[in-house]
């Protein structure tokens, strides 16, 4: 998306929305700014930020990693142990010819426990190709798509159709399919199936602000990367 995107979309919502009659206002509302996604770069943020609160944990436990949900995401970071400042967006780069990335890597060591960035559950398993071993994961509204891909293995008892709860652990970070040997990370992607039966298309949005809440934010507001 282009920065303007965000802007226009909005713009478009409002010319769709006079249109209509009062009592559908707010729902139409909700739905075409949904349909807008969040693009980053469309965050408009004080200059000078409040110092920010601390990333809740996903599962308190004193004895084994934590995943951690920063405050104002959507999403719990799908790889225990790893923090909101640790992430960076790397939607847009590039991916040979004329492709984006389109999807977030988070780099962890290999053998990081990977969990459920939501409620939902498992569409496909899938292993070879590029992402080599990968899980397709649907939320309940059977159009919200959340893949993970580069997978060491998964967690046990993983198959298709199985219901799975935001922070479960679902399976390891590795460096399969395309990853380069040794570059371990988690792919992950979020994406809207335009056909629930084609489960591999799916029109992406940006998971990086989803994930990181106030701390992209807090990034757009300072410039910082
Ligand atoms: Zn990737």
């Known amino acids: 998306m282009t920065p303007t995107h965000g802007n226009a979309c909005v713009r478009a919502?409002?010319?769709?929305?006079?249109?209509?009659?009062?009592?559908?206002?707010?729902?139409?509302?909700?739905?075409?700014?949904?349909?807008?996604?969040?693009?980053?770069?469309?965050?408009?943020?004080?200059?000078?930020?409040?110092?920010?609160p601390e990333p809740r944990y996903e599962r308190p436990a004193a004895d084994r990693p934590r995943a951690y949900v920063a405050p104002g995401a959507s999403l719990t970071i799908p790889v225990m142990g790893i923090r909101p400042e640790q992430?960076?967006?790397?939607?847009?780069?590039?991916?040979?010819?004329?492709?984006?990335?389109?999807?977030?890597?988070?780099?962890?060591?290999?053998?990081?426990?990977?969990?459920?960035a939501a409620d939902g559950s498992i569409l496909k398993l899938r292993t070879g190709g590029n992402g080599g071993i990968t899980i397709y994961q649907i939320a309940p509204d059977g159009r919200t798509l959340y893949y993970y891909a580069h997978l060491q293995r998964?967690?046990?008892?993983?198959?298709?159709?199985?219901?799975?709860?935001?922070?479960?652990?679902?399976?390891?970070?590795?460096d399969t399919g395309n990853a380069g040997a040794g570059n371990y990370h988690l792919h992950f992607s979020v994406g809207r199936l335009t056909d629930p039966?084609?489960?591999?298309?799916?029109?992406?949005?940006?998971?990086?602000?989803?994930?990181a809440g106030d701390y992209a934010r807090a990034r757009v507001a300072t410039g910082g990367r």
């Open 87 to 116: 992430l960076r967006d790397s939607y847009e780069d590039p991916r040979g010819g004329a492709r984006l990335h389109h999807a977030i890597d988070i780099m962890a060591p290999a053998g990081s426990p990977v969990v459920a």
């Open 197 to 211: 039966r084609r489960w591999w298309e799916s029109e992406n949005t940006n998971p990086y602000p989803l994930l």
């Open 154 to 174: 998964y967690a046990a008892g993983m198959r298709e159709g199985l219901p799975i709860q935001r922070g479960q652990v679902i399976a390891y970070v590795g």
């Open 13 to 52: 919502s409002m010319n769709a929305i006079v249109a209509r009659a009062p009592k559908a206002h707010t729902v139409l509302l909700s739905l075409l700014l949904a349909a807008c996604g969040s693009p980053a770069a469309t965050v408009r943020t004080d200059p000078a930020p409040s110092p920010l």
